[in-house]
């Protein structure tokens, strides 16, 4: 059965160019397997990740090298959007608050914000874009040019060097961006609140550590493991299964990478403010 | 002596030690309802040269990845130094491989990687209690056996098509396999690098004392390389001989390759 979920799946890219259907235009069954199949082989390929996650020998120094590849590289990219995130809430958000006359809440009201929803959720799929499409490029083309083929014949387990390695760098790099990404966002805010007001660093951010919660903060960051978990694991399937045989195939790794990645954010998203909001009640 | 039939079973005694090393009996492979392999019988001696000649797709490579446990073949009986590798485990598959030198069609040249870290690399995933001094010697030796010394430093993006082929030629025999296995090696080379190519892989043999399986349709390669050739057709063994055997054979279709 697992066999055949992996011979599905190396030819599923193959199959894509016709979807079968029938006379009537209706999709036929076929199409549920194939759906059904694809889930069989991503959870077959997240249950072989945590079974060689744990089983020696550990990839210290590949881990480490993608830990800063992953993580150290993206820095830059994450603090320019998350600063213009900051700054752009602020000044879109001051108006409304003005007509309320609640303008001095505006630094809780995006502190709130960008903690709890926009910057997890933005920082992620930035990180989907740049790393998820990076990983599945990176792996289908090893893939392509038979790299993971002469890994394995070198005494070296493909999967743990290449997949568990980038899987555990994006689940625990993530996080640390966000908290990177948040705090460059408060800084955007600060700034944009000074461009109409006048109000001082420490004021602000007072304000800011004074309205925040426990609540606010940890299921925040908890849920971004699990984005970082889901955006390396669905590049490496993409990339690792990527169809030797096909046109463009490490564009096309990469595209279905960052697609489904990205949706994938917004999946774990909404479970978690569900989760969440039971927990609340 | 040219042997054409419906699957032809190899012969053993074209060395006078006759030991063998890679031995397939009745080998099937398909791939969904893609029949690749139907009935592969073949031996390889030590110490020999066994080319295969095949067109395009007959299932070639997909012949050799079964030998290294890169691909598992569906039936059939398929041994290495005796073992049955369809009856190995993991780690014992494993510990074979180390026997076993694969040169891929591309290359397989870890981009992300310098040529050093290239050669590095098989040497510090299976000899773990190298010290860096050992590695530095080697790594240099490899690289002058193939004469790229100066290249030591380059990322595998900056050299040709032959310079890769020869990094990845020796990558491979950096840990001094007994079993060399030649993914079409000349593919893509003008002339002159896949003779030089050519005349390295005997060089191998002389040297090192391997034996080798070496898939090609260059039939230069194969006229400079063989001890014994194979010609694979609809995914059977059609014809096996020497060189000039086959070269004068009969038959239209395995002369084909020779004009």
């Known amino acids: 059965m697992k066999k055949r979920i992996l011979e599905h799946f190396k030819n599923r890219k193959d199959k894509e160019e016709t979807i079968p259907k029938n006379n009537s235009g209706i999709i036929s069954h076929s199409v549920f397997n194939k759906f059904f199949l694809e889930v069989a082989s991503i959870t077959i390929f997240t249950l072989r990740f945590f079974k060689e996650a ?42 409304t608050l003005a007509k309320f006359g609640a303008e001095s809440m505006l630094p809780v009201m995006v502190a709130v914000s960008i903690i709890r929803e926009i910057g997890p959720v933005i920082i992620a799929l930035i990180f989907a874009g740049k790393v998820g499409s990076g990983i599945g490029a990176e792996l289908a083309s090893m893939n392509v040019t038979e790299q993971i083929d002469a890994m394995q014949v070198s005494h070296t387990n493909p999967f743990n060097y290449l997949v568990v390695t980038r899987v555990i760098s994006a689940t625990f790099m993530l996080p640390l961006l966000v908290i990177f990404g948040d705090t460059i966002g408060l800084l955007g805010s600060y ?80 479970m978690a403010v569900q989760i969440l909001t039971l927990f609340q009640n | 002596m040219t042997n054409i039939k419906t699957s032809i079973k190899t012969e053993k005694s074209s060395n006078p030690n006759g030991e063998i090393v890679v031995e397939m009996e009745h080998l099937k492979k398909s791939f969904e309802n893609n029949n690749v392999l139907l009935d592969i019988n073949l031996v390889l001696n030590k110490k020999e040269n066994l080319v295969i000649l095949g067109k395009s797709g007959t299932g070639k490579s997909v012949l050799i990845k079964c ?71 080697l790594v240099e030796e490899a690289l002058e056996n193939v004469g790229l010394s100066d290249t030591i430093e380059l990322s595998p993006s900056e050299l040709s098509g032959g310079m890769r082929k020869r990094l990845g030629l020796a990558r491979t025999l950096i840990l001094k396999p007994e079993i060399m296995l030649y993914d079409e090696p000349t593919t893509g080379l003008d002339p002159i690098t896949s003779k030089e190519i050519s005349k390295l892989i005997i060089e191998v043999q002389e040297k090192y004392n391997t034996s080798s399986i070496i898939i090609t349709h260059d039939i230069e390669c194969a006229k400079l390389t063989a001890n014994r050739m194979i010609v694979i057709k609809d995914g059977i063994c059609a014809a096996e001989g020497l060189y000039k055997d086959l070269e004068s054979s009969s038959d239209k279709w395995v002369k084909s390759f020779f004009e």
């Open chain 2, 67 to 137: 030998i290294v446990g890169l691909v598992e073949h569906d039936e059939g009986k398929l041994k290495l130094f005796g073992q049955s590798i369809s009856e190995l485990k993991e780690k014992e598959l494993t510990n074979l491989r180390r026997k076993i030198g694969f040169l891929f069609q591309s290359g397989a040249l870890y981009d992300s990687m310098t040529v050093r870290e290239n050669l590095e690399f098989p040497l510090k995933r299976q000899l773990i209690s190298i010290s860096k001094k050992e590695i530095n010697t």
């Open chain 1, 191 to 270: 700034v944009a609140v000074n461009i109409k007001g006048n109000v001082s660093f420490s004021l602000f951010f007072s304000q800011i550590f004074q309205s925040l919660e426990f609540m606010d903060v940890f299921p925040a960051i908890l849920k971004t493991f699990f984005f970082g978990f889901a955006i390396g694991l669905i590049g490496c399937y993409n990339g690792y299964y990527a169809n030797k045989g096909t046109e463009g195939v490490v564009g096309k790794a990469a595209n279905s990478a960052v697609v489904y990645a990205s949706l994938m954010v917004f999946v774990i998203d909404m």
């Open chain 1, 54 to 95: 744990i089983k020696p020998p550990y990839e210290i120094n590949e881990l480490m090298k993608q830990s800063f590849l992953i993580g150290f590289k993206s820095l830059s990219l994450v603090a320019v959007t998350s600063f213009i995130l900051g700054l752009v809430l602020t000044v879109q958000s001051r108006p």
